[in-house]
Structures are given as C-alpha cells and as structure tokens.
C-alpha cells in the first residue's frame, strides 16, 4: 500500500501545483536514486521535459501570486491540476522508490485506477484552493494572496518529497488537510452567519 500513498501524495501536491511534484520525480530519476520512475514514465526524466515544466512552473509561481490573475489562472488550471495529478499518481504508485521495492502490484490489472484516482484527488484539492483563494483576497485586499500561494507552494513541494521518501506520512498531511478544510468551512460560514446578524439588525433599526 505503499505506493498508493506515494501516488496519492504526489496527486494532492498536483492539485496545489500541476508542475512541483511532476518536475521533482523528474530530476530525483534522472540525478538521484532516491526514485526509479516505470519504463512507461521514464520520459518525465528526459531533459526537455524537466526544462517545460521548470518554465511552466515559474509561470504558474508568478501568476498565482497576483490578486485577480491568481483567479484566471485557477481557472486555466481547473483542467492542468487533474491531469498533473493523474500523471503523477500514475507514475508515482509505479515507480521504485527508497521504500517501495516491488511497486505496480496493486494496479496490475487495472492500469487506469492510479490515473483516475490522481484526477479525483488532484481535482478536490484545486476546488478547494480555487473556491479558497477569492475569500483570502477578499478579506486581506489581496495582501493575502503571495503569502497563501507561498505556503501552497511549500507545502507541494514538501509533499512530493514525503510522498517519495516516507510516503507513511503522507496520511499525516492528509489529514492535516482534511483538518484545515474543515476548519476553514467553519469560519466562512461563522462569517456569513454574523453578516446576516449584522444585516438583520440594520432592518431592525
């Protein structure tokens, strides 16, 4: 079960960042040890692909740091984040790594499982970071906005590197996640709750 955290990791990263955790199993195969990516997957490895995504990615750390731009590109990525994330289950739930030594076994016979499963992770995680990043423009003027991207990026990142070193702690930051979007679901709808008081009480007087 192993690598199905690896491909679940790797996918969720997707979903905060199409480019971070296909750029990072790409130069760990091609310069480290650290992952030996499936013979379908090798091309993630080939050095025109890691120059594409590097550029890709600096596009997308740029754009998702600019209020409004930041919501145009969520858009564009509405489609990228899934099929990074179906990429990178796949490859990543195949692939021998520092813990998985006899990776695939679980999807041998349905190869399209891992795929379908990253678009499925991937995709939730960008609705929410999509639905997410309005309010925290919204209520810091879009002050907000390089600081949360800042995080979803170190926190793609980091999860790429979990999902590939120590893919066990990856339901650590699973549930972290789940954590946090509760609590955020929360407090939108303490908000809303108090601007309908507020409102109410306006009526009133």
Known sequence: MLEVLTGTGLAASAG???????????L????????DLPSGWQWLGNGW???????????EVVADKVPVVDHVNDVVQTVVRPTAG???????????????????GFFTSH?????????????????FKAAARPV?????????????STAEDATSVLMSLVAIILPVLV???????????????????????????????????
């Open 86 to 104: 179906g990429l990178a289950f796949g490859a990543g739930s195949g692939s021998e790594t520092v813990t998985v030594s006899d990776p695939g």
């Open 16 to 26: 905060l960042n199409a480019y971070i955790p296909l750029l990072t199993m790409g």
């Open 111 to 127: 190869q399209w499982v891992p795929v379908a499963a990253g678009v499925a992770i991937a995709l939730g995680v960008h609705l």
């Open 49 to 59: 692909v890691l120059a594409i995504l590097a550029a890709l990615l600096a596009v």
């Open 136 to 148: 925290v423009n919204a209520t810091t003027a879009g002050f907000g906005a390089p600081v949360a």
């Open 28 to 35: 760990l195969a091609r310069y480290t040890s650290l992952i």
């Open 171 to 205: 339901l650590a930051f699973l549930l972290g996640m789940a954590a946090f979007v509760v609590w955020f679901l929360r407090r939108r709808r303490g908000r809303r709750q108090e601007r309908e008081a507020a409102r109410a009480a306006g009526y009133r007087v």
